[in-house]
């Protein structure tokens, strides 16, 4: 594992649950990590990029309306004036619904359900537009999306799935247009996280109150600092455009850089009993791109 001192990463929706693990982890490997989420949570956000610090890094917090093109323009330029460049985008931020997860179908749901195709799936798009070009000049970086299961198989509901399946070809067709560029785009799929608020809720709830299947499954699921450590591998992976434009699922890529996660396990895949991911076709080497 190379050493991560001078590299910058910017991890949005970092106030929380994955994002906040992958912050925390590439602080501890030595990076300047930016994050960002919404005002609202700028009090979590400035925890995360104190645990940054307290790892090894630099942490540096910034709440914002990460729907606002004005506000992410803004953070592009900054980061490209305190660091001149951009090593890893992790587009994490995400508009979760608490009725997301619940019983029902779509239209028994509130609408701000769909919020999450917004405020997801079009932030991912942003961060990337303003990324891009530092990168490109750069010559490299790795934009990694985060998808999930959901991209190929129910779960979650019509909102979340299209929220990936979008996630996971919106990542095909960048890598495409930036292959030149040697920079790479990426969907990544983690598994289930065993996220901060995760771990308070199973630790402080009496054993006999927790679902049996939560129970039996709670020791497989991965810590969110272990797609830290997977995408800290691609990034200086030599062979890393041969995986641009794919959808990659983390626990195979752990497997591939022979990385454990931070509690010693192997985290699983689940390309079996949830999908794997889809295969975009190339395109036709006869015919110039966009004809």
């Not at 990034?235 to 959808?247: C, F, N, R, V, Y």
């Amino acid at each position: 594992m190379s050493d991560q001192a001078g590299k910058a990463v910017l991890v949005t929706g970092a106030s929380r649950g994955l994002g906040r693990g992958v912050a925390r982890q590439f602080g501890r490997l030595g990076a300047t990590v930016y994050v960002t989420s919404r005002a609202s949570s700028a009090v979590l956000l400035a925890e995360t990029a104190a645990e940054v610090t307290a790892g090894g890094g630099k942490g540096v917090a910034v709440p914002m309306d990460q729907h606002d093109p004005t506000a992410v323009e803004a953070l592009f330029r900054r980061i490209r004036e305190e660091t001149g460049k951009l090593d890893i985008l992790v587009n994490n931020a995400a508009a979760v619904a608490p009725e997301l997860a619940r019983p029902g179908a779509f239209w028994e749901k509130p609408l701000a359900v769909g919020d999450i195709i917004e405020v997801g799936l079009h932030t991912n798009y942003m961060a990337a537009y303003f990324a891009a070009p530092l990168m490109v000049e750069c010559r490299q970086g790795l934009i990694a999306n985060i998808s999930f299961y959901g991209a190929v198989t129910y779960f979650h509901g019509p909102a979340y799935g299209a929220a990936k399946a979008g996630t996971d070809k919106m990542s095909f067709d960048m890598a495409l247009e930036l292959r030149a560029h040697d920079v790479a785009c990426i969907s990544l799929w983690p598994g289930f996280v065993y996220s901060d608020e995760l771990a308070k809720f199973a630790e402080t709830l009496p054993k006999d109150r927790l679902p049996p299947t939560l129970a039996a499954a709670l020791p497989q699921f991965e810590r969110p600092e272990f797609t830290a450590l997977v995408l800290n591998a691609l990034h200086d992976d030599p062979k890393l455009m041969e995986l641009s434009g794919q959808a990659l699922i983390g626990a195979e890529l752990g497997q591939r850089y022979g990385l454990r996660d931070i509690d010693g396990k192997q985290p699983a895949a689940y390309r079996e009993t949830m999908g794997a991911p889809l295969t975009f076709l190339p395109p036709d080497p006869k015919r110039p791109m966009g004809a």
